[in-house]
């Protein structure tokens, strides 16, 4: 079964992320951003705080759901599963890593979180498999953890929920309090994801309740969670657990939001256009080959441009888009390149291995090539 309200929300997550990865010089000091323009926007800060709060939570929770679904339709192989998770996430890592990631941002001399201004391509390597210099890959590495995690306590979230609840979010808590100090494969990033995907988890388990709600009540829900919102944040003093508050109200207030879209005639003609089954075929790839982009536009043509912060902005973004459009369908045709047979590049690497890059998103229904 295919859930297209999850997939929406998932892929809008990760269009959210692009456009956050364009607007991130614009805001006021993060601990994860590095370059910074003279010219602060408002716009910036205000998108950048709400994404924040909202987009990397709502695509944990999407994937909590079809986790969910796949430990299910799986529990008699748990451990299978695991490990098919596991290669999924971590090979498109890996080769992501090594063959884009370090050897772009080398070359450029890209200055970010963890890669200081003239790294070698061996320092870069190193600090990649240490799990430090990440850059945008550090949420495959986070959702990795969040796999491992809940595929290991689906039998007690089985045999009693609301101890796998409480365990859940102990769990978090423990994270939040004790591993923020160990920045190794971004174990310190893990407390909310995992949050956010238990509620997936238990919105999955639901499911049936939530498609019994007539589309009136779901409204009524909807205007609850909209105003629940927009009182947490009026109130939020950066209390970390406040903070989770309002992510999981998000999430929660996104889910209903798309749920009734999804049954619109506008949805229709938008989901099973051709556009946008293509894009939501390579959203994955346009996650993993967007960067370094935003931050060479940035570097090379914001200062000569003399524009407004928001109108670089989407400048930026338009950009980044059309580039990770011609280089994704470049790894396309390069993927079907075979000059002499058994010498292409899915044999080079291994045709289970790009299969993994693929396949990421699976669970949906949703085959990346």
Same mark, same amino acid.
């Given at each position: 079964?295919?859930? *297209?309200?999850?997939?929406?929300? #998932?892929?809008?997550?990760?269009?959210?992320?692009?456009?956050?990865?364009?607007?991130?010089?614009?805001?006021? #000091?993060?601990?994860?951003?590095?370059?910074?323009?003279?010219?602060?926007?408002?716009?910036?800060?205000?998108?950048?705080?709400?994404?924040?709060?909202?987009?990397?939570?709502?695509?944990?929770?999407?994937?909590?759901?079809?986790?969910? %679904?796949?430990?299910?339709?799986?529990?008699?192989?748990?451990?299978?599963?695991?490990? #098919?998770?596991?290669?999924?996430?971590?090979?498109?890592? $890996? $080769?992501?890593?090594?063959?884009?990631?370090?050897?772009?941002?080398?070359?450029?001399?890209?200055?970010?979180?963890?890669? +200081?201004?003239?790294?070698?391509?061996?320092?870069?390597?190193?600090?990649?498999?240490?799990?430090?210099?990440?850059?945008?890959?550090?949420?495959?590495?986070?959702?990795?953890?969040?796999?491992?995690?809940?595929?290991?306590?689906?039998?007690?979230?089985?045999?009693?929920?609301?101890?796998?609840?409480?365990?859940?979010?102990?769990?978090?808590?423990?994270?939040?309090?004790? $591993?923020?100090?160990?920045? &190794?494969? #971004?174990?310190?990033?893990?407390?909310?994801?995992?949050?956010?995907?238990?509620?997936?988890?238990?919105? &999955?388990?639901?499911?049936?309740?939530?498609?019994?709600?007539?589309?009136?009540?779901?409204?009524?829900?909807?205007?609850?969670?909209?105003?629940?919102?927009?009182?947490?944040?009026?109130?939020?003093?950066?209390?970390?657990?406040?903070?989770?508050?309002?992510?999981?109200?998000?999430?929660?207030?996104?889910?209903?939001? +798309?749920?009734?879209?999804?049954?619109? %005639?506008?949805?229709?003609?938008?989901?099973? +256009?051709?556009? &946008?089954?293509?894009?939501?075929?390579?959203?994955?790839? &346009?996650?993993?080959?967007?960067?370094?982009?935003?931050?060479?536009?940035?570097?090379?043509?914001?200062?000569?441009?003399?524009?407004?912060?928001?109108?670089?902005?989407?400048?930026?973004?338009?950009?980044?888009?059309?580039?990770?459009?011609?280089?994704?369908?470049?790894?396309?045709?390069?993927?079907?390149?075979?000059?002499?047979?058994?010498?292409?590049?899915?044999?080079?690497?291994?045709?289970?291995?790009?299969?993994?890059?693929?396949?990421? *998103?699976?669970?949906?229904?949703? *085959?990346?090539?």
């Amino acid at each position: 079964m295919q859930f *297209k309200n999850i997939s929406l929300i #998932k892929n809008m997550a990760l269009l959210c992320v692009v456009f956050a990865h364009c607007s991130m010089f614009f805001i006021e #000091k993060n601990p994860f951003v590095v370059l910074y323009a003279s010219e602060k926007s408002a716009f910036a800060v205000k998108a950048i705080m709400l994404i924040s709060y909202f987009v990397i939570p709502v695509f944990m929770f999407a994937s909590g759901f079809l986790l969910a %679904k796949s430990c299910e339709k799986g529990r008699n192989n748990l451990l299978g599963l695991l490990v #098919k998770r596991g290669k999924r996430l971590l090979v498109p890592y $890996l $080769l992501t890593g090594l063959l884009w990631l370090v050897p772009l941002y080398t070359w450029f001399d890209v200055l970010v979180y963890r890669r +200081s201004a003239g790294t070698s391509l061996w320092a870069g390597y190193q600090a990649f498999l240490a799990g430090l210099f990440t850059d945008h890959l550090w949420f495959l590495l986070a959702l990795f953890w969040v796999n491992v995690f809940f595929i290991l306590l689906f039998p007690l979230l089985n045999r009693s929920l609301t101890t796998g609840v409480l365990f859940s979010l102990a769990a978090a808590v423990i994270i939040q309090e004790f $591993l923020q100090t160990v920045p &190794y494969y #971004k174990l310190d990033q893990t407390a909310l994801p995992i949050v956010s995907a238990l509620f997936g988890i238990l919105i &999955y388990r639901g499911q049936a309740l939530v498609e019994a709600l007539p589309t009136s009540r779901m409204r009524l829900i909807i205007s609850a969670f909209l105003g629940l919102v927009a009182v947490l944040l009026h109130f939020d003093q950066g209390n970390v657990y406040f903070g989770w508050v309002i992510s999981i109200a998000g999430c929660l207030l996104f889910y209903f939001c +798309s749920t009734i879209f999804v049954q619109t %005639k506008m949805a229709a003609q938008i989901l099973y +256009s051709r556009l &946008y089954e293509w894009t939501e075929r390579h959203s994955m790839q &346009y996650y993993l080959f967007h960067m370094p982009f935003p931050y060479l536009f940035f570097r090379w043509f914001y200062p000569g441009l003399q524009i407004s912060p928001v109108l670089f902005i989407l400048l930026n973004l338009l950009t980044t888009i059309m580039v990770t459009t011609a280089v994704v369908l470049v790894f396309q045709k390069a993927r079907q390149y075979e000059p002499i047979s058994g010498l292409g590049w899915r044999s080079v690497f291994g045709r289970r291995h790009w299969k993994n890059l693929d396949n990421i *998103k699976d669970d949906a229904g949703l *085959k990346l090539r």
